[in-house]
């Protein structure tokens, strides 16, 4: 049996922009981890939060991040359908992976600033 | 038989405050299992769904009566990940990780620094790891789990009826959705051997 095709047709284009967003916030989160590795007065500066230490930043910054670029995305493709979402999955999974490696400690640990 | 034999009010008393005791949690503790144990256990349950849904989630393989069905399942498992996550990392980042770091006030035996659990790690070579690699992972890949679920959420409710057609667009959603579980994983195994070396108490 089949099934019926009851699509409303939604642009694709709004699921691309959530989905190079999210690849966006994770990265954003990865690199901050990397620079308070870094430098202490970048981490000092980050702490948000006294309890919490630089973490607070690194997280609040990056979800800041992921939010603006999902909102500018949506905002430019929300009516459309992409051309070549292969790209943009592709983009994603590269920033997506650039954040696993870079909260990794045994890496952001090289770029440690002691 | 043990029951029958005269107890002395001493004992008996003990007893008492022993079965009393025996499931008792401190604050701490109970905000720890909240978060492992509770909002984890719950993460994990809401993964296996909401893949296996979404995995299923195909026009040549459902009706539309299994569709419609498949898709509420989707969407609430996807949504329910997505709330459990967030739950679970701010509870995590906000209440549970200023216990973990907090500072001893001066020197102290490696005894009372078990009240003190990052300081405790670090004080022993032994542990140390622990928090060095353990905690560092944990508390920062842990955020990237949230990020990930809630687009899935997002974009399984917004292309609902799309998806069943879009294979590709499926293929990145599990690819994210079991990438988020594996941030989420990697943070509750550590999670859970770290508050077996240094329990927050």
Redesign the interface.
């Given at each position: 049996?089949?099934?019926?095709?009851?699509?409303?047709?939604?642009p694709?284009g709004?699921?691309w922009a959530?989905?190079l967003?999210?690849g966006i916030?994770?990265a954003a989160?990865?690199v901050l981890?990397d620079l308070s590795e870094a430098s202490k007065s970048f981490s000092s500066a980050l702490s948000f939060?006294r309890?919490?230490?630089d973490?607070?930043g690194?997280?609040t910054l990056?979800?800041v991040c992921?939010l603006l670029a999902w909102g500018f995305l949506h905002l430019r493709w929300r009516r459309r359908d992409l051309a070549a979402?292969?790209r943009i999955?592709a983009l994603?999974?590269v920033f997506?992976l650039v954040?696993?490696i870079a909260?990794?400690?045994?890496f952001f640990e090289l770029f440690s600033g002691d | 038989m043990l029951r029958n034999l005269p107890r002395s009010p001493r004992r008996g008393a003990a007893r008492e405050i022993e079965e009393q005791v025996l499931m008792s949690l401190t604050f701490r503790e109970f905000v720890t299992a909240l978060h492992g144990l509770i909002l984890g256990a719950g993460f994990l349950l809401a993964f296996t769904g909401g893949f296996a849904a979404l995995w299923g989630y195909r026009?040549e393989w459902?009706?539309?009566d299994g569709?419609k069905a498949a898709l509420r399942k989707t969407m609430l498992s996807t949504w329910t990940m997505a709330t459990l996550a967030w739950a679970t990392?701010l509870i995590g980042?906000?209440v549970l990780?200023?216990w973990y770091?907090?500072q001893p006030p001066g020197i102290m035996s490696s005894l009372q620094l078990q009240g003190y659990s990052r300081s405790y790690l670090l004080s022993n070579v032994r542990t140390a790891g622990w928090h060095?690699?353990g905690m560092?992972?944990k508390?920062?890949?842990a955020?990237?789990a949230p990020?990930?679920a809630?687009?899935v959420a997002?974009?399984v409710t917004?292309?609902r009826?799309?998806l069943?057609?879009?294979a590709?667009?499926r293929r990145?959603l599990l690819?994210?959705f079991a990438?988020s579980f594996f941030?989420a994983a990697v943070a509750g195994f550590l999670g859970a051997f770290i508050n077996k070396a240094a329990p927050l108490r």
């Open positions: 049996m089949t099934v019926e095709n009851q699509a409303g047709n939604t694709d709004g699921s959530a989905v967003a999210a916030g994770c989160i990865g981890t939060s309890p919490v230490g973490l607070s690194k997280t990056g979800i992921w979402p292969g999955a994603a999974i997506i954040a696993l909260v990794f400690p045994p | 026009s459902l009706t539309n569709a990392v980042t906000y990780y200023p770091r907090a060095q690699f560092e992972w508390e920062h890949v955020w990237l990020i990930l809630t687009t997002f974009v917004r292309q009826h799309q069943l057609y879009n590709h667009l990145v690819f994210l990438i941030c």
